[in-house]
């Protein structure tokens, strides 16, 4: 039977509030329920998102005597490490995380993975999705809750740390990407504040640009048009997966609620009003989305919807461990890109890091269950 859409994430608790859940207003206003003077919150953050340090004790220019209600107040610890997995020769490395203090034992993942010329971290946004794509190992598991905004930032934290720690002191965080586990816009504010950090240069953020964040949506088209009007310049990557409703609506249940074409509207206003160029996902799918005629049809309602703008990144689909969808041949691949290049709309392949370590997003997570 098809499952439900969700859009609401149940009433699960959220973790306690730290730092990284406040923005320069509120880090002033919690500081000053400490009794401290104000200098400390910009000292906080420029320890946290400059020197990528979340324990106060360590600290060094804290007085020894408010360390302890800092930690407490503002810095508890959200997340254990409930599986590490790298494979690609350490190059990748996947997370499975566990929220601490979570009587849920809710978990969620993100993907370290080291390039010549970048370093990329792939990251959830809530635990589970709602969203119910039937090829998707976080779509069978349903949503769990929608992760905190430090929840979000921990894991790009973390990233960053494990880069410097074990690469060396030059390796640092360039990418950031929302695809890991959940449907970023169904968590829409605590995105935001996470992107707004994300971006903002230290002390008040970790200081990446804006190009090189990349927020997915499975298509919730309001959504995509109020991200647009935030103009933070982040890439935006609609994960299409069928160029025609009768598939989409199966594949991509969302679709059901805003079509194809009002997606792709959505997406156009979104280069409209950035200029950015804008991804279109589409994993390829064995005999499900890949025939020539479907290349053909992408790519002219792509290039009709889109313009120069568009863009296919083709997922080679990561198959789920006793799941009946499976990746296309290579030759299937191969046609399909030649095709919709063919009518000049850019296409790439992406490269398939982590498929020994189940690195599409919910994979780990719904082996660990
Ligand atoms: S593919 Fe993305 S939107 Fe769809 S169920 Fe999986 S995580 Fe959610």
Known sequence: MAQQLVFEAPR????????????????????AELGLPAFRAKQLAAQYYGRLIADPHEMTDLPAAVRDAIASALFPTLLSVAKEISCDAGQTRKTLWRAVNDP??????????????RNTICISSQAGCGMACPFCATG?????????????????????????????PTQCLSNVVFMGMGEPLANYARVLAAVQRITAAPPDGFGISARSVTVSTVGLAPAIRKLADERLGVTLALSLHAPDDELRD???????????????????????????RV???????????????RADLLAKRLHGALGPLAHINLIPLNPTAGS???????????????????????????????REINAACGQLAAENN
């Open 279 to 293: 991804s279109v996902e589409y994993a390829l799918i064995r005999d499900v989305n890949d025939q020539p005629w």
């Open 12 to 31: 699960a608790k959220l973790p306690p509030r730290h730092l990284a859940d406040l923005d320069a207003q509120a880090r002033a206003a919690a500081v």
């Open 104 to 117: 849920s034992g809710t978990t969620f993942e993100s993907v370290l993975m080291r390039y010549p010329q």
């Open 140 to 168: 069978q598991g349903g949503l769990t809750r929608n992760l905190s905004t430090a929840e979000i930032l921990e894991q790009v934290r973390a990233g960053a740390v494990a880069l410097r720690d074990d690469f060396g």
């Open 324 to 354: 009946d969808w499976d990746a296309s041949p290579k030759d299937t691949e191969r046609e399909f890109v030649r095709r919709v290049r063919a009518k000049g709309v850019s296409c790439t392949v992406r490269d398939t890091r982590g």
């Open 250 to 276: 199966t594949l991509v249940p969302v679709n059901n609620r805003w079509t194809t074409s009002e997606a792709l509207d959505a997406a156009r206003y979104y280069g409209d009003v950035t200029g950015r």
